[in-house]
């Protein structure tokens, strides 16, 4: 099966402690994203790499940081989460990086107590 | 203002009966690109378009090729199944930077 896959589903953590979320795509895609859905379901573009280079850095809080393996995997990591960040985080892939169809992975919905 | 104006913003339906959705833009777009999003929260790509119309199905959307200021989607004869939040998307920001609308949330109804 081609898509593009994210775990974990749902995560729950406490104010401070640090977090990663996975994102894998199997459709060969070049270009991967990351985005943010908060409770208004408003979606804001935070990152994408292109084969492993960093193309767009959204005004994010430095605690949020991109891990590019290789151009089919792309992981966020939260160093020290505030209750603002939760939301759900959705990964994307596209073929190239200028004017592309995007397709989206299933999110990850994080929890900050 | 927002680069990108979905309406309505909620909308429902009851089973069998058409429905069209609108995407405004303060700019020309060069793209647009519709998604929906069920319940448990995964954005499916439903179209995207350059120019012209495309049609899967029930589901059909029109991008205005002249001023490329506007989008549509349309639904026909809806089923229970269609319900969900509808996005529309445009690189407004540069060529590398997709900016969505804030939604529209359909219920269809039996």
């Known amino acids: 099966e081609t898509a593009v896959f994210q775990t974990p589903n749902y995560h729950v953590t406490q104010v401070g402690n640090e977090v990663s979320f996975n994102c894998k795509q199997t459709?060969?895609?070049?270009?991967m994203y990351w985005y943010k859905q908060d409770s208004k379901k408003l979606l804001k573009i935070m990152f994408s790499?292109?084969?492993?280079?960093?193309?767009v850095n959204e005004t994010v809080p430095r605690r949020f940081s991109p891990q590019s393996s290789d151009k089919a995997h792309l992981n966020l990591r939260i160093k020290s989460v505030e209750p603002e960040d939760s939301a759900v985080y959705l990964c994307?892939?596209?073929?190239?990086?200028?004017?592309?169809?995007?397709?989206f992975g299933p999110g990850t919905r994080l929890t900050v107590l | 203002g927002d680069q990108v104006e979905q309406s309505p913003s909620a909308l429902s339906l009851h089973e069998g009966t058409d429905s069209a959705l609108r995407c405004n833009f303060t700019?020309?777009?060069?793209?647009v690109q519709w998604f929906r999003q069920n319940s448990r929260g995964s954005l499916i790509s439903l179209f995207y378009?350059?120019?012209?119309t495309k049609e899967n199905g029930r589901l059909k959307s029109a991008f205005d090729s002249k001023e490329r200021r506007y989008s549509t989607l349309h639904i026909r004869d809806a089923q229970l199944e269609d319900s969900g939040t509808y996005f529309c998307?445009?690189?407004?920001?540069?060529?590398?930077?997709?900016?969505f609308g804030k939604g529209t949330q359909l219920i269809i109804q039996p």
């Open positions: 994307a892939s596209s073929w190239g990086h200028n004017y592309a169809e995007q397709f």
């Open positions: 459709l060969g895609h070049d270009t």
């Open positions: 790499y292109n084969n492993k280079q960093l193309i």
């Open positions: 700019t020309t777009m060069r793209s």
């Open positions: 378009l350059a120019s012209g």
């Open positions: 998307a445009a690189y407004t920001g540069g060529a590398d930077r997709l900016t």
